[in-house]
């Protein structure tokens, strides 16, 4: 099955500058990586998703990158501010509508945004 | 909208006792999922469900079970608690259909300790 790595585990990072977390993937077939935040006692919730027929995507001061060949993508933070300061998860899963019924998930990266 | 929720916020369980985990949404999502969340991980794959009446195995569903007789709820059971299932515990749903086809929806989460 897929296996999704995530690193660093933690991060910490002054207010105003960018934060970078990178994930691989082990699955060829995986075509949908999303992008969940975790705030503290709350449930991921989805802040970007890229699919494999792209390569690059920007949500304001958040872009998710795919690098198909190396099976690996990465969630890129500009600007970061002490709101930023939760649990980063990546996951991938492949088909869509009726075939994606599982999402993998990284172990997720704690970012801490010190002000 | 309510989106998803899911009672109780937390609960303690002693060894061999059993609980229903209650997850319910609004959205009219045919799809619908229950993960658990250890410390330092990943969210695991614990059951999902594509529609009312239909449910299937997910990564790690051994000591525990689900049934889905109406679109909008979709209870786990745990029948034998044992302290391995002391987790938190997320339910999540998706439309299938549509330009969000790919977005799950979480709930806030059970906390759940098994002593």
């Given at each position: 099955?897929?296996?999704?790595e995530q690193?660093p585990?933690t991060?910490?990072v002054?207010e105003g500058d960018?934060?970078?977390?990178?994930?691989?993937?082990?699955?060829?077939?995986?075509?949908?990586?999303?992008?969940?935040?975790?705030e503290l006692g709350?449930?991921?919730?989805l802040?970007i998703?890229?699919?494999?027929?792209?390569?690059?995507?920007?949500?304001q001061?958040i872009?998710v990158?795919?690098?198909?060949?190396?099976k690996?993508f990465?969630?890129h933070?500009?600007?970061?501010?002490p709101e930023?300061?939760?649990v980063?998860?990546?996951?991938a899963?492949k088909g869509?509508?009726?075939?994606?019924y599982?999402?993998?998930f990284?172990?997720?990266t704690?970012?801490?945004?010190?002000? | 909208?309510?989106?998803?929720?899911?009672t109780?916020?937390?609960r303690?369980?002693?060894?061999?006792?059993?609980?229903?985990?209650?997850?319910t949404?609004?959205?009219n999502h045919?799809y619908?999922?229950w993960?658990?969340?250890?410390?330092g991980m990943?969210?695991k794959?614990?059951?999902?469900?594509?529609?009312?009446g239909?449910?299937d195995?997910?990564?790690?569903?051994n000591?525990?079970n689900v049934?889905r007789s109406?679109t909008?709820?979709f209870?786990l059971r745990?029948?034998?608690?044992a302290?391995?299932?002391?987790?938190?515990?997320?339910?999540?749903?998706k439309d299938?259909?549509?330009?969000t086809?790919?977005t799950?929806y979480?709930?806030p989460?059970?906390?759940?300790?098994?002593?």
């Open positions: 099955g897929e296996n999704v690193h585990s991060l910490s002054q960018s934060a970078v977390i990178k994930c691989t993937y082990s699955d060829s077939a995986s075509n949908y990586f999303p992008w969940y935040k975790q709350k449930g991921p919730q802040i998703d890229i699919r494999s027929n792209v390569g690059e995507k920007k949500d001061r872009a990158t795919l690098n198909k060949t190396a690996h990465s969630l933070i500009t600007e970061t501010q930023d300061s939760a980063y998860f990546c996951a899963s869509s509508g009726a075939g994606s599982q999402l993998t990284g172990k997720g704690k970012l801490s945004v010190i002000p | 909208n309510a989106g998803v929720t899911q109780p916020k937390f303690i369980l002693k060894i061999g006792q059993s609980m229903t985990l209650q997850c949404q609004d959205m045919n619908m999922y993960y658990r969340q250890d410390p990943g969210l794959l614990i059951y999902y469900s594509v529609g009312a239909i449910t195995k997910g990564e790690v569903p000591g525990y049934s109406t909008e709820d209870p745990l029948e034998l608690a302290p391995s299932q002391t987790s938190v515990y997320f339910c999540a749903s299938p259909r549509g330009a086809q790919e799950q979480f709930g989460g059970t906390r759940l300790l098994v002593l």
